[in-house]
């Protein structure tokens, strides 16, 4: 059974960095593609960055191209959303999720974490 356990996030002041964690377990990472996804108060669930099991990265977003990255090691099975630059409008919840592919529908990741909060707030 795919556990996806996400960590890391918190308040930072608008400027600042966050790095946020997915811990993977119950597969082999290295065949799967995993998501990072945010759902703000009142809005639906969108795209962040996914990285696909050869490494390449799909923006789902521009806003936050040049400010987050996505990396993965699979040898301790977790994949890393880098986070600077934040903005007060990156506040979310922020899921991580795998899949076979980089998939560009919400609603094609099957296996999700339970979230992890980031505020961004002076």
């Known amino acids: 059974q795919v556990q996806l356990v996400e960590s890391g996030g918190g308040l930072v002041q608008p400027g600042g960095s966050l790095r946020l964690a997915c811990a993977v377990s119950g597969i082999t990472l290295d065949h799967y593609a995993i998501g990072w996804f945010r759902q703000a108060p009142g809005k639906e669930r969108e795209g962040v960055l996914c990285?696909?099991?050869?490494?390449?990265?799909?923006y789902y977003t521009d806003s936050v191209k040049g400010r987050f990255t996505i990396s993965r090691d699979n040898a301790n099975s977790t994949v890393y959303l880098q986070m600077n630059s934040l903005k007060p409008e990156d506040t979310a919840v922020y899921y991580c999720?795998?899949?076979?592919?980089?998939?560009?529908?919400?609603?094609?990741?099957?296996?999700w974490g339970q979230g992890t909060q980031v505020t961004v707030a002076s």
């Open positions: 990285i696909s099991d050869s490494d390449e990265r799909t």
């Open positions: 999720a795998a899949e076979f592919e980089c998939y560009r529908d919400v609603d094609d990741f099957d296996s």
